[in-house]
């Protein structure tokens, strides 16, 4: 067989072989690709379809313990609503306006009215007798009335005790709280009892335990609507889905009723559907309890004519455990073998094809390879007769034929030349390595040079001992270069390196990696003798195939790895600052959208800001009051045309309906976030404008009892003296006798200076000179005086003060001594009051404390007889300062205030 048959059949062999090999490899591949590929995704859509559930019983918990929250809450302001009215009856009662029976039948009256929850809902009262309570008042059961709650009905709690009582036990220990049991509902067709859960309360003046409830049923009746509309909204996202053309989701709970399917519809499979000789829904459930997710069964294909248990499919479940669902995505294996099918064919046209275009290009290519294979035959026997007789000439080498024996015959000619250059080229070359020599000692002085002058840190490594190292390598290593030869790496490196591999293990590691005159680079932690970290970038490139020497150059990038670690806490510090602070950043682009939010604008208007990525207007502009939005919308548009910044407020609503007031600031800064991006703040300040309003309202209260107070002072002190002097003025007038006139003359002497002193104490207690003239200490002594010596109260006054005040702070702090020292008189009875003024650091502190009988402060604070103790508080305040009171009954009271004074 000649060398161009062998060549031929050869590459045909080749091919066919090749193309055989192919074809089965990408069978096996495709069959196994498709397989894997259709099973991946399908599993893909069952955990998409199970997240996607998840969520939805996430929500449906969420609103069965909101609903749950919801419904205690509405009780609970229920029951504060009743306290306010029994407090209006107690405090008619206390006032002396009603008897107490008459206030207590007042109250009971109003609260047997009040219904809610279509009528169902409403409020008992009963008392705190034992060991059966007494029923003072309940609505739908009025025969119970001022009687001993023995009945049946009222003990149907869960362990058969007395609702009433344990209602007592839980208010007496707790205040309030919540209890369950049965009870019957109101306008109910039936007499079954319904479970009840109560929220009960002690109010302590009458001690009655006010009581109202919600059942139970109405909040299971809005969970299961809710689930229902979550079944709903699953057969809208997966029952129109198909995977592939055919395959499709279905559902079912363990009691084998169809939730979810394309054909079948809130309906139990009946025994009619059966695969594989067992009932499905059955099989499906045994494949999960065993452990497994896949069953495969024969099905028929939905829409075909002829109803046919036949084609073979699969199906992938997945089961959801809190709601007992059986969650299925099934396929046909028709459709997954029917492009494995279609592409085999195309291979086997394909391989016919390519096999032809081999044997064509097999021929062409054995007669090219032959052809100059003879020429070059033909020459070498010419060369080697020629050699033998020592006869060759490089001017002889013949040059003719195809090309490739040109080629050919150059190259030898070009060979024979280049033998009798080699032969001129050793004897230059011993010349040259003499040279050489010369030149590698000059280099070697030149290295050393460079080694030991080196702005970078040197060292060279024996086996990972330092062996020789620069004058920068003992700078950054402080050490003497005796101290450094001779140790090993591992002896300058920390135990450890940040990624947690210990040093020794990461270096060799590193090292067996590296290749010889292969320079690598990476960071490196190592220490100094003083034990001081070092951040280094090395460079390091070993010398010999055996790696034992190896150079490494260090630059220390300490300082920079420090600055960027400082740079990355900086950003880390700020970005917990805003994500943490109580107000909303905000970052806007020239186009209106939303480019960042900080995750507090949940907290300020309850909508998370993902929600509305990019879409500022729908965010907070559409959200703002129709009376504020189109200040606000020129606010931003000053802001990008003209640079003007926002310093305003809004009122807008939150997501559940309430006006709030925020406060925007807004910046537009190129060198801050760029020239095209605005950024500010968001605050609430609803509290701060309640607060406001509540200081206004103090304040004009406080002005009007200070007009009404020196109104009544005139009326009551001024006013009879002016008449009596009129009078007295009149009868001297008309009076013709001596002695009368002299008489009334004193009398008006005596009238017309009680009538100056009455009018120098309003004016006293209006601006007092002393306070203007003397100071804080003198004008508290000053008014003290005034109560001691009209009662046998004793008032002791210290202070450590060295200077004035400023105005402000000595008026704030006189009216409050003299609130404190009136309130002592009118309601505390106690006989000694020490009172203390001091500085402390950026302060001043006033201290009052009496031994009187105290009282209880959240209750008087809560009452109108309040104000006084609320008009101090908001006047320390106003001074950006602090009001701290406690008083225990019988044990008298103590007042600390602090006012800073820069």
Not at 143 to 151: D, G, L, Y
Not at 459 to 479: G, M, Q, S, V, Y
Not at 589 to 605: A, G, Q, T
Not at 814 to 843: C, H, T, W
Request: charged share 25%; net charge neutral.
């Amino acid at each position: 067989m000649s060398f161009k048959q062998r060549v031929l059949l050869m590459t045909l062999s080749i091919s066919i072989i090749a193309i055989i090999g192919i074809f089965i490899l990408v069978m096996i591949i495709m069959h196994k690709s498709s397989d894997r590929i259709s099973e991946q995704n399908t599993r893909n859509l069952v955990d998409v379809a199970m997240l996607s559930i998840d969520n939805q019983n996430k929500s449906l918990n969420y609103h069965v313990q909101y609903s749950i929250e919801l419904r205690k809450n509405e009780r609970k302001n229920i029951v504060a609503l009743v306290k306010s009215i029994l407090n209006r009856y107690y405090a008619e009662y206390k006032s002396g306006r009603l008897t107490e029976n008459q206030a207590k039948n007042r109250a009971l009256d109003d609260i047997n009215k009040i219904r809610y929850d279509e009528d169902k809902g409403y409020v008992w009262i009963n008392n705190t007798e034992k060991p059966v309570p007494r029923v003072i008042v309940h609505p739908y059961f009025p025969e119970f009335n001022m009687k001993p709650a023995s009945a049946p009905i009222f003990f149907s709690s869960a362990d058969s005790s007395n609702i009433f009582l344990n209602a007592v036990e839980l208010c007496e220990e707790q205040g309030a709280g919540f209890i369950e049991y049965t009870w019957p509902k109101p306008n109910n067709s039936d007499s079954v009892q319904k479970e009840k859960l109560s929220y009960v309360e002690l109010y302590k003046p009458w001690q009655w335990i006010i009581g109202t409830g919600i059942y139970l049923e109405d909040i299971e009746r809005d969970v299961k609507d809710r689930e229902m509309a979550m079944i709903d909204e699953l057969k809208n996202t997966l029952g129109e889905l198909r995977i592939a053309q055919t395959g499709y989701f279905f559902i079912f709970n363990g009691n084998k009723r169809v939730l979810l399917h394309p054909v079948l519809n809130q309906e139990r499979i009946d025994s009619s559907y059966y695969s594989n000789s067992l009932h499905l829904m059955d099989s499906i459930i045994k494949v999960v309890q065993k452990g497994g997710d896949t069953y495969e069964y024969n099905w028929l294909v939905p829409g075909e004519d002829k109803v046919e248990y036949k084609h073979k499919k699969k199906v992938f479940v997945e089961y959801f455990e809190p709601l007992n669902w059986y969650v299925c995505a099934s396929i046909y294996q028709e459709e997954i073998d029917r492009a494995v099918v279609i592409l085999s064919k195309k291979l086997i046209g394909f391989s016919l094809l390519f096999i032809l275009f081999t044997i064509i290009l097999s021929l062409l290519v054995s007669e090219r390879l032959v052809r100059p294979i003879r020429e070059l035959m033909s020459f070498v026997n010419r060369v080697k007769i020629e050699n033998n007789n020592n006869n060759i000439n490089t001017s002889q080498v013949p040059i003719t034929g195809s090309k490739e024996t040109r080629l050919l015959g150059s190259s030898i000619k070009e060979m024979l030349i280049s033998i009798e250059k080699q032969k001129l080229s050793l004897i230059q070359q011993k010349l040259e390595i003499e040279k050489s020599k010369e030149k590698l000692k000059a280099s070697e002085n030149k290295y050393k040079t460079l080694f030991t002058s080196s702005g970078d840190a040197a060292l060279i490594f024996k086996n990972f001992k330092i062996t020789e190292c620069n004058d920068r390598a003992i700078k950054i290593l402080k050490a003497e270069k005796e101290d450094l030869i001779g140790l090993s790496l591992w002896e300058i490196s920390p135990e450890y390196q940040p990624d947690g591999i210990s040093s020794k293990d990461k270096a060799r590691e590193l090292f067996e990696s590296t290749g010889t005159n292969q320079p690598v680079e990476f960071e490196w932690i190592y220490k100094n003798l003083k034990n001081e970290l070092l951040d280094i970038d090395v460079t390091l490139i070993f010398f010999d195939e055996e790696k034992k020497f190896m150079l490494s150059t260090w630059r220390d990038v300490t300082a920079k790895k420090k600055a960027e670690r400082a740079l990355k806490e900086s950003e880390e510090k700020y970005k917990f600052l805003v994500e943490n602070s109580p107000s909303v950043f905000w970052m806007v682009d020239k186009e209106r959208s939303l480019k960042y939010i900080s995750p507090n604008i949940e907290n300020v208007l309850g909508t998370a800001g993902l929600v509305f990525k990019g879409k500022w207007q729908e965010l907070f502009i559409n959200r703002i009051h129709a009376e504020d939005r189109e200040t606000a919308i020129k606010d931003f548009d000053d802001l990008y045309v003209k640079g003007i910044s926002i310093n305003s407020t809004y009122r807008i609503k939150n997501r559940k309906g309430y006006w709030i007031w925020v406060h925007v600031l807004g910046e537009k800064n190129s060198t801050v976030f760029g020239e095209n991006t605005a950024y500010g703040v968001i605050t609430d300040i609803t509290d701060k404008k309640i607060t406001d309003q509540k200081i206004m309202q103090t304040m004009i209260r406080s002005e009007e009892k200070e007009r009404s107070r020196i109104a009544k002072d005139l009326h009551d002190g001024v006013s009879p003296l002016l008449s009596a002097i009129k009078l007295f003025t009149q009868s001297l007038h008309d009076s013709k006798e001596e002695s009368l006139k002299e008489q009334l003359s004193e009398k008006i002497s005596v009238v017309i200076g009680e009538a100056i002193r009455s009018i120098h104490e309003i004016s006293v207690n209006i601006s007092p000179h002393i306070l203007q003239n003397f100071g804080l200490i003198k004008a508290v002594e000053s008014f003290a005086s005034h109560l001691t010596a009209a009662s046998n109260l004793s008032i002791k006054i210290e202070s450590k003060l060295k200077d004035r005040l400023s105005i402000e702070i000595e008026t704030t702090l006189y009216r409050i001594s003299v609130e404190l020292l009136n309130n002592a008189v009118k309601y505390s009875k106690s006989d000694q009051i020490f009172i203390n003024y001091m500085p402390k650091g950026n302060s001043v502190y006033l201290v009052y404390q009496d031994n009187g009988i105290g009282f209880n402060t959240e209750y008087v604070l809560s009452q109108s007889k309040g104000m006084g103790l609320f008009n101090m508080k908001t006047r320390v305040e106003a001074l950006y300062g602090k009001f701290i009171i406690n008083s225990i009954e019988n044990k008298g009271t103590n007042v600390i205030i602090s006012v800073p004074i820069t």
